[in-house]
């Protein structure tokens, strides 16, 4: 529903778009509140992986990018003080379950971010591992 509803959001505007987007909207909010997913449109790249339903929250200004696993009970938020202070997370990251991501932080390619970590810095180190609270570098995947 959410590849649906952002294909009528960003396509031409016309009567058709208009009354499918509708319709996408009220179908995805309606799924969305089911399965307990807070998932902007527009937010994530393609190829986004939920392996399991739960409360997920991301912010809409966020930017995730294509191929990216995340697991139940994440949260991707703003900074306290600046409500633009959101994450950019790069292509193929894995967010384990739990794991808080916030503030104006950049997350390199390939990151694993593990079980219940608490992301507060940016991490430029392509196919690292971030654990911990606050979550530190123990390694870049061999």
Known sequence: MLRKLEFYTNSKTGITQKIF??????????????????IPINTIGPGL???HYGNI??????KIGKN?????????GASYDN?????????????????????????ANGTKIGANAVVN??????????????????????
């Open 21 to 38: 987007k509708f319709f996408y909207l009220v179908r995805f909010k309606r799924i969305s509140k089911k399965l307990g997913f807070s």
């Open 49 to 51: 992986c939920l392996p």
């Open 57 to 62: 929250v991301i912010n809409p200004k966020a």
């Open 68 to 76: 990216c696993k995340i697991h139940v009970g994440v949260n991707v």
């Open 83 to 107: 409500s633009n202070d959101v994450p950019e997370l790069g292509d193929e990251c894995y967010i384990a379950p739990g794991a808080k991501l916030y503030g104006k932080i950049k997350i």
């Open 121 to 142: 810095k940016s991490s430029s180190v392509e196919n690292g591992v971030l654990v911990g609270v606050p979550a530190k570098l123990i390694s870049p995947k061999s």
